[in-house]
């Protein structure tokens, strides 16, 4: 297999990328924090979004959380309503790299992290891809020890590998 190169016209657009990105930051954590946006604002945009959720509205959910992983990207929080929306909506491939991110920012082995986890696991069978829905139960299952969690993605597990033909193949 060969190496791709980079043409030089490629290379540029990414340098201009990264001076823009650097430029909209100017020495800030997040977006939010270099327009002057509060963490009140965040947090109640937040509760806007999450209250859109829970009362099914998941486009307008999905939106908001959007504009929020935008702003503040390194909140977990932010990833996984995003990520729950996008799930809601059967946009599953979407959701499950949302997940995946917003699992970035969570403690390894955490109740949240697991969670996480087990639902990119699902997204992606959802998405037809219970190869990397199986490698996703292997990463939950080495990494945590809540039993509530991990059973439930035992039998994830059980279920992937009986449609793949591989059961037993993991004891």
Same mark, same amino acid.
């Given at each position: 297999?060969?190496? !791709? !190169?980079?043409?030089?016209?490629?290379?540029?657009?990414?340098?201009?990328?990264? *001076?823009?990105?650097? =430029?909209? /930051? #100017?020495?800030?954590?997040?977006?939010?924090?270099? %327009?002057? &946006?509060? *963490?009140? #604002?965040?947090?109640? /945009? $937040? !509760?806007?979004?999450?209250?859109?959720?829970?009362?099914?509205?998941?486009?307008?959910?999905? %939106?908001? $959380? %959007?504009?929020? @992983? &935008?702003?503040?990207?390194?909140?977990?929080?932010?990833? #996984?309503?995003?990520?729950?929306?996008?799930?809601?909506?059967?946009?599953? *491939?979407?959701?499950?790299? @949302?997940?995946?991110?917003?699992?970035?920012?969570?403690? #390894?082995?955490?109740?949240?992290?697991?969670?996480?986890?087990?639902? &990119?696991?699902?997204?992606?069978?959802?998405?037809?891809?219970?190869?990397?829905?199986? =490698?996703?139960?292997?990463?939950?299952?080495?990494?945590?020890g809540d039993g509530g969690?991990?059973?439930?993605?035992?039998?994830? %597990?059980?279920?992937?590998?009986a449609k793949l033909g *591989?059961?037993?193949?993991?004891?």
């Open positions: 297999m060969s190496e !791709q !190169q980079l043409a030089p016209e490629d290379l540029a657009l990414v340098a201009d990328f990264a *001076r823009t990105g650097a =430029e909209l /930051l #100017q020495g800030k954590e997040a977006l939010a924090d270099a %327009r002057g &946006i509060s *963490r009140e #604002q965040l947090d109640g /945009l $937040f !509760q806007f979004c999450y209250d859109r959720y829970l009362n099914g509205a998941y486009d307008m959910a999905a %939106r908001g $959380f %959007r504009l929020l @992983c &935008i702003y503040d990207h390194a909140n977990a929080g932010n990833w #996984q309503g995003y990520g729950y929306s996008l799930l809601a909506l059967k946009d599953y *491939r979407k959701a499950a790299t @949302c997940l995946a991110f917003g699992s970035l920012y969570l403690e #390894q082995g955490s109740g949240a992290w697991a969670d996480a986890h087990l639902h &990119i696991a699902k997204a992606l069978t959802h998405a037809g891809e219970p190869g990397a829905a199986l =490698e996703m139960l292997d990463t939950l299952m080495a990494g945590t969690v991990t059973e439930e993605a035992g039998a994830l %597990r059980e279920a992937l590998e *591989r059961a037993g193949a993991s004891a």
